[in-house]
């Protein structure tokens, strides 16, 4: 999951300032699970924002919306008839979510409510982390399911640092070492000897430093 | 002066299970003081959301109060307690807009001195005014 964060509503209103009338798009895929973009976030920020306009005498008209998903143009395609009748858009969505509607309506503005953030895995309620980096070449298959590029604050590849204690990272105590994790889980699935192996520095011109990253695939093509 | 000398709107949202003859005592006083008190009974406050609170004050309300039974008390566990920090949440939310604060308040009924809705509703109204008129109230849009 993509999580994200609502950026604080002095920013946001600063983009909005000059602008009458605004509508407000949310995504109800990633960022409603992490309850940043989500339908009822739209609404809290709708309100925050009407209320805003109408303590400081401005007129403003906030329409609502909340789209199954911002970055898929079958879902974007539902703003058809409606987005041409704002001054401009606040998106809840991801970057991905943002940059997709602009491109679809590419006369329309579209501005950014959120800061996206990682990908990530709902921990418990009200708790999301970061494990994954999207780094293009995974390699859980060998670390236990544990990414080390991600969950270790030295990205290491060849673990332990050996600076860990009670089993927490030396450089966060609230996060548990990564590699303390690799190696426990190895054990348990007696698969140790997947350490053996000395893992080269990553090869990050693989998919990283070419520009955005796309994936093709002929037989989901039309 | 008191917050209903001054004219202030009122919105209760209020866990029923703290008065079993909810619908009947908060009845009488809404005919009593028309638009200036507005109740919502809850199944329990934990079903309270940031949304309703924001809900209430763009709907013109000068002071929201979120009534709860007290800590440890509540009959689905810790409805009161997530009451709690979602009306920290929002009161973080309105402080953004420059709004204060104080136009949220939570109100943890005693569990040694079980009141009626209506009656814990004429203390709210009796207390002093802290806070004026909205400078949002309006008709929702």
């Not at chain 2, 002071?63 to 709690?84: D, F, I, L, Q």
Request: aromatic share 6%; with cysteine; glycine share 8%.
């Amino acid at each position: 999951m993509i999580t994200a964060e609502r950026k604080p509503i002095a920013e946001i209103k600063e983009m909005l300032a000059p602008y009458r009338k605004i509508l407000v798009v949310g995504c109800g895929s990633c960022v409603a699970e992490c309850a940043s973009g989500g339908e009822k976030e739209v609404g809290l920020l709708s309100s925050a924002l009407r209320m805003d306009a109408k303590a400081s005498g401005k007129e403003i008209e906030v329409k609502e919306m909340t789209l199954d998903r911002q970055c898929v143009y079958e879902f974007i395609d539902q703003l058809t008839d409606v987005i041409h009748r704002y001054d401009i858009v606040l998106s809840l969505a991801c970057g991905a979510g943002v940059q997709a509607v602009a491109e679809v309506f590419p006369k329309v503005l579209i501005v950014p409510a959120l800061n996206t953030t990682f990908l990530g895995e709902t921990k418990e309620a009200g708790l999301w982390v970061e494990n994954c980096r999207g780094c293009g070449d995974c390699k859980l298959g060998v670390f236990a399911a544990v990414c080390p590029v991600t969950r270790c604050a030295k990205g290491l590849f060849n673990g332990p640092c050996g600076g860990s204690r009670t089993e927490r990272c030396e450089v966060d105590p609230d996060v548990p070492c990564a590699w303390q994790l690799i190696v426990s889980r190895l054990e348990d699935m007696g698969r140790l000897d997947l350490l053996r192996k000395v893992h080269p520095p990553a090869d990050w011109s693989k998919q990283q430093g070419k520009g955005p990253r796309k994936i093709r695939r002929e037989d989901q093509r039309t | 002066m008191d917050q209903k000398s001054a004219g202030l709107s009122i919105t209760i949202f209020f866990c029923q299970q703290i008065d079993p003859n909810q619908d009947v005592n908060r009845r009488a006083l809404e005919r009593e003081l028309g638009k200036q008190i507005r109740f919502f009974p809850l199944p329990c406050s934990g079903r309270i959301d940031p949304l309703h609170l924001m809900r209430a004050l763009e709907s013109g309300a000068d002071k929201v109060y979120v009534v709860t039974c007290p800590e440890g008390a509540c009959r689905y566990r810790e409805g009161n307690v997530r009451a709690k920090k979602r009306i920290a949440y929002t009161q973080g939310l309105i402080e953004e807009i420059g709004l204060e604060r104080e136009r949220l308040e939570l109100i943890v009924t005693s569990a040694g001195n079980p009141v009626t809705i209506d009656e814990l509703a004429r203390e709210l109204l009796a207390r002093e005014a802290s806070i004026g008129p909205s400078p949002v109230k309006g008709k929702y849009a």
